[in-house]
């Protein structure tokens, strides 16, 4: 099989972190074992027995017997691991059952995406999802000024996130018609006041980007933004990684430094999202080596005439197996609620069983990793994601080659 991507294990990992959220417990009830990489398994499983003994001290019958079997599930599923895997071992277990009436324990077990660097043991209410969490969070984050002589966008662009941090207004550059003496008077008093707006931008730059982004790229119309440099009036330690023009100074001008920057910032999410699903675009717009829709995506996967598979997160359909009760015939149906529990056979009209369901993008994701064809999930956090999502269902692929 295909190794995951970067943007699958997050897609995976964000799922995860989703479906464990979710549930709470009646009571301290609900488990999360932490094991760090490198850490012998055994070291866990004798804790937990120390737990599952001090258990026996619990008051409420109930919770006793939920936290005794959700630590049994857990000791004996680390019994199927000779030693702990390269990035460490995150499992929960617990009474999941919002019926009080009924217990409903359940194990959820995974290797992180990243390297777990703690161990942890926690019984609560909710599970402990904090290191998770953590390394859903994209490391490397980039600053973005635009400005002109009246205006300035500070933001930051962290994975396919922009988030605007501050705007400013600046009446500096207002053009005054005066004469004689008092004309240099006045033009002394505006380049003092550009040189305040110049140093009010910096200091909202020092507030935001000062150990908190790998380094800033400025844009604008015009030369204000050459001449805000030359001042120099921001922090040494913050990175200029390089200077574009562009027609905006707001939300449109930071994208338009984004469109611009792809070389300077080839490694940024945002910018790699951008560039994959332009050259999807472009390749079907050209009728070129790209195909979009459920049908057309999987035949592709299967033919392996399919080179990248590019899948949005946005997509919420479900892929559901029916089989027929009497003739045995098996139909896929794509639906965008919940599948039907039984539908009438196409080919006798008996009774269809329906006996799988799981959401389309892992169907699909599935399929291309065991034809070793590369997947890319596609945030919805960036336009050409949201177009993507929108124009093309969020199913595509680039192909290797088309049949004419």
Same mark, same amino acid.
């Given at each position: 099989?295909?190794?995951?991507?970067?943007?699958?294990?997050?897609?995976?990992?964000?799922?995860?972190?989703?479906?464990?959220?979710?549930?709470?417990?009646?009571?301290?009830?609900?488990?999360?074992?932490?094991?760090?990489?490198?850490?012998?398994?055994?070291?866990?499983?004798?804790?937990?027995?120390?737990?599952?003994?001090?258990?026996?001290?619990?008051?409420?019958?109930?919770?006793?017997?939920?936290?005794?079997?959700?630590?049994?599930?857990?000791?004996?599923?680390?019994?199927?691991?000779?030693?702990?895997?390269?990035?460490?071992?995150?499992?929960?277990?617990?009474?999941?059952?919002?019926?009080?009436?009924?217990?409903?324990?359940?194990?959820?077990?995974?290797?992180?995406?990243?390297?777990?660097?703690?161990?942890?043991?926690?019984?609560?209410?909710?599970?402990?999802?904090?290191?998770?969490?953590?390394?859903?969070?994209?490391?490397?984050?980039?600053?973005?000024?635009?400005?002109?002589?009246?205006?300035?966008?500070?933001?930051?662009?962290?994975?396919?996130?922009?988030?605007?941090?501050?705007?400013?207004?600046?009446?500096?550059?207002?053009?005054?018609?005066?004469?004689?003496?008092?004309?240099?008077?006045?033009?002394?008093?505006?380049?003092?006041?550009?040189?305040?707006?110049?140093?009010?931008?910096?200091?909202?730059?020092?507030?935001?980007?000062?150990?908190?982004?790998?380094?800033?790229?400025?844009?604008?119309?015009?030369?204000?933004?050459?001449?805000?440099?030359?001042?120099?009036?921001?922090?040494?330690?913050?990175?200029?990684?390089?200077?574009?023009?562009?027609?905006?100074?707001?939300?449109?001008?930071?994208? *338009?430094?984004?469109?611009?920057?792809? /070389?300077?910032? &080839? +490694?940024?999410?945002?910018?790699? %999202? !951008?560039? #994959?699903? @332009?050259?999807?675009?472009?390749?079907?717009?050209?009728?070129?080596?790209?195909?979009?829709?459920?049908?057309?995506?999987?035949?592709?996967?299967?033919?392996?005439?399919?080179?990248?598979?590019?899948?949005?997160?946005?997509?919420?359909?479900?892929?559901?197996?029916?089989?027929?009760?009497?003739?045995?015939?098996?139909?896929?149906?794509?639906?965008?609620?919940?599948? *039907?529990?039984?539908?009438?056979?196409? /080919?006798?009209? &008996? +009774?269809?069983?329906?006996?799988? %369901? !799981?959401? #389309?993008? @892992?169907?699909?994701?599935?399929?291309?990793?065991?034809?070793?064809?590369?997947?890319?999930?596609?945030?919805?956090?960036?336009?050409?994601?949201?177009?993507?999502?929108?124009?093309?269902?969020?199913?595509?692929?680039?192909?290797?080659?088309?049949?004419?």
């Amino acid at each position: 099989m295909a190794e995951k991507t970067k943007s699958e294990k997050l897609y995976e990992l964000r799922r995860w972190v989703k479906t464990l959220s979710k549930y709470v417990g009646s009571g301290t009830q609900l488990i999360s074992v932490y094991i760090s990489a490198g850490s012998p398994i055994h070291e866990m499983s004798s804790k937990l027995r120390e737990e599952m003994s001090q258990a026996s001290n619990i008051k409420s019958k109930q919770t006793k017997t939920n936290v005794t079997g959700a630590l049994e599930r857990i000791i004996n599923h680390l019994k199927l691991f000779k030693q702990t895997p390269p990035n460490g071992l995150a499992v929960f277990a617990g009474n999941i059952s919002d019926n009080p009436a009924k217990v409903d324990i359940q194990l959820f077990s995974l290797e992180p995406p990243e390297t777990l660097k703690v161990g942890a043991y926690r019984c609560d209410s909710r599970f402990f999802l904090e290191p998770l969490q953590n390394m859903m969070e994209t490391k490397d984050a980039y600053g973005i000024v635009v400005l002109d002589g009246r205006d300035a966008t500070i933001a930051v662009v962290k994975g396919t996130e922009i988030r605007v941090v501050k705007k400013l207004h600046s009446m500096a550059h207002a053009k005054i018609r005066k004469g004689g003496q008092s004309a240099m008077r006045y033009q002394r008093l505006i380049e003092e006041s550009i040189d305040k707006y110049y140093q009010r931008v910096s200091a909202s730059m020092d507030k935001a980007y000062l150990g908190k982004v790998k380094g800033v790229v400025v844009g604008g119309p015009g030369p204000t933004k050459d001449f805000f440099l030359k001042a120099k009036h921001f922090n040494y330690q913050i990175k200029i990684m390089g200077v574009v023009d562009t027609g905006y100074t707001d939300e449109y001008g930071v994208r *338009e430094v984004l469109e611009k920057s792809d /070389k300077i910032l &080839a +490694e940024q999410e945002a910018v790699k %999202e !951008k560039t #994959l699903v @332009d050259k999807f675009i472009k390749e079907v717009v050209s009728n070129g080596l790209a195909t979009y829709g459920e049908k057309q995506v999987r035949e592709a996967i299967l033919s392996h005439q399919a080179e990248k598979v590019l899948l949005s997160e946005g997509m919420d359909y479900t892929a559901a197996e029916y089989k027929c009760l009497s003739c045995e015939n098996t139909e896929r149906k794509i639906s965008g609620d919940k599948p *039907e529990s039984r539908i009438p056979c196409p /080919k006798c009209n &008996a +009774e269809m069983r329906l006996e799988n %369901e !799981k959401p #389309l993008i @892992d169907d699909l994701e599935e399929l291309a990793r065991e034809n070793n064809i590369e997947v890319e999930i596609i945030s919805t956090n960036t336009t050409e994601g949201i177009q993507f999502l929108t124009g093309f269902g969020g199913i595509g692929a680039l192909l290797r080659y088309r049949i004419r």
